[in-house]
């Protein structure tokens, strides 16, 4: 049984206008999307702004109100908030956020920020949790006099990675990190994606990783779900994603990721803009009428696609021509 | 017009703040060239002031805050030696700047037509009727479907790609011969961004200009490029072609940020990190090389005691002689992170 499972689930806000202010329409940040998160893997979650995706990640962690759908941990639906005391689900689920700033508390010591899950979950005492701390700072690599330091005194690669400490202070089964390492240069962003990794093997936590850059999530994640206007467009493994995607968003996506090969750029660059050329032409092939993207089909025991059965076989069709 | 290729002559730049009664340099002996018909890209991490220099070559230091020294030679005039209403004339005119965050660098209260013919306003004697067809046509140059309708809106109507598309119609509005863009694509997506730099690509070659193009990412380096220089702490540490710094990198520094990067090939490995940190300002060192701290099983003897700039190979330039004998310590064996 995987960890999590997603069904269905649709995030709509209400749009209010007129005199009586009443909810005239509704903007579907999510709209109907399932998958699964198996234990001990990173699971990648990937779109552009506004494709829903951090409203996912919220909703996973239990911060956003679901409209329906459900999200299924230990045979329970933990939107539910009955269910989540009963599980421990907020014990079990932790969240890491992009901006690490803002998400940690600048009036408190980074003894107490890594601390607080530690007093709402565990009843430690003093010494005990100041052990803990402690291990907690030499597991992502900081020295014990990080403990009387405020969060502006750190470098933001150290403060992302007390974010991921404070994360995995309660020995959680999944963590959503959103955008972890976005807001960091490439040589810390390295270190705090090896630190991610090397957490995982210790202590077998999943992973939702939520990111929009592709290069990353190739690193990071063995299965990667696309998602676009508020619906999943495509998932499968890392292989079927970068080598044989399917939906046309999904090529676009990859079309568009600036290679460091200098000596193939010209040709990257015509590759990427006869993708855009097809996006234009065939645009109404891949979603509905209402621009929808249409429900995810089974192309292989690992990947679906969202496309009707007949259009998705033909596309396979063709490829495989191509190849031939 | 001068013809001479090499219109911008960046000679033995400082630029120092002041931090407590003391200035620091934020950017040192900063040697550089731009040819027209070229892309230069400047990257370096946050903090290596590569953004300094951008904004020193504009003239938008407060000088009483600042110390700058050396000399900029654009067309044969020396930028750091004009007053206020002197810069004026080059600022809009014959330089463009194109700024990160397209909605901060907007006016939230003017339409996009009045925001793009200010520049007009003060760099040409456009009538207004002229003024308002340029803008149309800048629009349209910059790949905005409906200039008309564009035109009357203001910038929280657009998203961000479009905003980011005004900022370069305002940059490109007077025809520059150099335009600095800072960080354009950062706040975008991936397939906004490709569309961005396709735009600056063809203004590029249409205008004969030159561009500094400052990014911390290096893929977009890769694509667009002509020319790259890498900054560490203030330095340029390597200079040369796309070709030569992507596929024959020579510094430390450039080959640990080549390596720390995600790559296809190698996704189940751990990536590689550059130990330590950048130096903050305060505690810069002003002699030796700033990234040996850096690189600490690299033996003391392999660096200069005070960097120059080497030639490898014609238009390759490295700092420091430790190149020679850099290798990564996984790569030797012997020595462990």
Redesign the interface.
């Known amino acids: 049984m995987s960890l999590v499972e997603i069904k269905n689930l649709k995030v709509h806000y209400p749009i209010r206008s007129g005199f009586w202010n009443r909810v005239t329409d509704s903007v579907k940040a999510v709209d109907g999307i399932s998958f699964n998160i198996e234990a001990g893997e990173t699971y990648g979650l990937v779109g552009e702004s506004g494709s829903g995706k951090s409203t996912t990640g919220k909703s996973v962690v239990g911060l956003e109100k679901v409209t329906s759908g459900s999200i299924m941990y230990q045979g329970k639906d933990i939107t539910q908030k009955r269910n989540r005391k009963e599980l421990d689900y907020n014990h079990d689920v932790q969240m890491i956020f992009q901006d690490s700033l803002s998400s940690l508390n600048p009036r408190k010591r980074i003894e107490d920020i890594i601390a607080e899950p530690l007093r709402n979950f565990e009843h430690l005492s003093k010494d005990e949790e100041k052990l803990r701390v402690l291990q907690l700072l030499d597991i992502v690599g900081l020295d014990a006099d990080a403990l009387y330091k405020y969060p502006h005194q750190f470098s933001g690669g150290q403060r992302q990675r007390i974010g991921v400490a404070r994360a995995v202070a309660t020995n959680p089964k999944l963590i959503i990190a959103d955008e972890p390492v976005s807001a960091l240069d490439l040589s810390v962003q390295a270190q705090v994606l090896n630190f991610m990794k090397k957490i995982q093997r210790e202590f077998g936590i999943s992973y939702l990783f939520i990111s929009h850059d592709l290069g990353v999530v190739r690193h990071m994640c063995n299965n990667i779900a696309i998602m676009n206007r508020g619906r999943l467009v495509e998932i499968g493994t890392r292989d079927d994603i970068y080598n044989h995607p399917i939906h046309i968003y999904t090529k676009r996506l990859l079309a568009a990721i600036p290679e460091t090969n200098v000596n193939d750029r010209l040709q990257h660059r015509k590759d990427r803009l006869a993708v855009e050329e097809i996006y234009r032409e065939q645009q109404d092939k891949y979603y509905d009428k209402d621009g929808k993207a249409f429900p995810l089909v089974p192309v292989s025991p690992t990947h679906s696609v969202a496309l009707p059965q007949d259009v998705a076989n033909e596309i396979i069709k063709q490829e495989g021509e191509v190849k031939a | 017009m001068e013809t001479t290729s090499d219109f911008l002559n960046i000679k033995d730049v400082n630029t120092a703040f002041k931090i407590n009664g003391k200035y620091y340099d934020a950017i040192s002996h900063i040697n550089l060239k731009v040819h027209h018909d070229e892309i230069l890209a400047i990257v370096g ?2 903090g290596c002031g590569k953004s300094t220099l951008a904004t020193t070559i504009m003239g938008l230091h407060d000088p009483s805050e600042t110390k700058i020294s050396g000399e900029i030679e654009f067309e044969g005039t020396d930028l750091l030696k004009l007053d206020e209403a002197g810069y004026n004339k080059f600022r809009g005119a014959k330089i463009g700047m194109i700024f990160q965050d397209p909605l901060s660098a907007l006016n939230p209260l003017k339409r996009i037509e009045d925001q793009i013919s200010e520049v007009m306003t003060y760099h040409t004697n456009f009538t207004a009727e002229q003024k308002h067809k340029r803008v149309l046509e800048l629009l349209d140059e910059v790949g905005i479907v409906n200039p008309e309708r564009t035109a009357r809106q203001f910038p929280h109507q657009l998203s ?1 790609g479009m905003r980011q598309r005004v900022i370069i119609a305002i940059a490109i509005a007077c025809k520059p011969d150099l335009i600095i863009a800072d960080e354009p694509t950062t706040a975008l ?3 906004i ?2 569309q961005i730099l396709d735009v600056l690509r063809k203004i590029q070659q249409e205008n004969h200009a030159g561009i500094i193009l400052i990014t ?5 380096v ?2 667009t490029a002509d020319r790259v220089a890498v900054m560490y702490a203030g330095q340029i540490v390597e200079e040369g072609t ?2 030569q710094i ?2 024959k990198p020579k510094h430390p520094y450039t080959r ?3 390596r ?5 090939d ?2 189940n490995d ?5 130990q330590g ?1 950048v130096p903050s300002l305060q505690k810069m060192p002003t002699t030796g090389d700033r990234f040996a701290p850096r690189i600490p099983w690299i033996d003391a003897s392999a660096h200069e005691a005070n960097p120059s700039m080497h030639e490898v190979e014609p238009g390759h330039e490295v700092r420091c002689t430790c190149y020679k004998s850099f290798t990564f310590p996984d790569q030797t064996g012997s020595v462990k992170v």
């Open positions: 991490e946050s961000g997506d991936v397939t961004q490709a911390h990412d290096l893929g977009v890769a694509e796309a070709d992507f596929n640990s940020l080549l720390s990067m995600p790559q296809r190698n996704e751990d990536l590689y990190v550059i940190n």
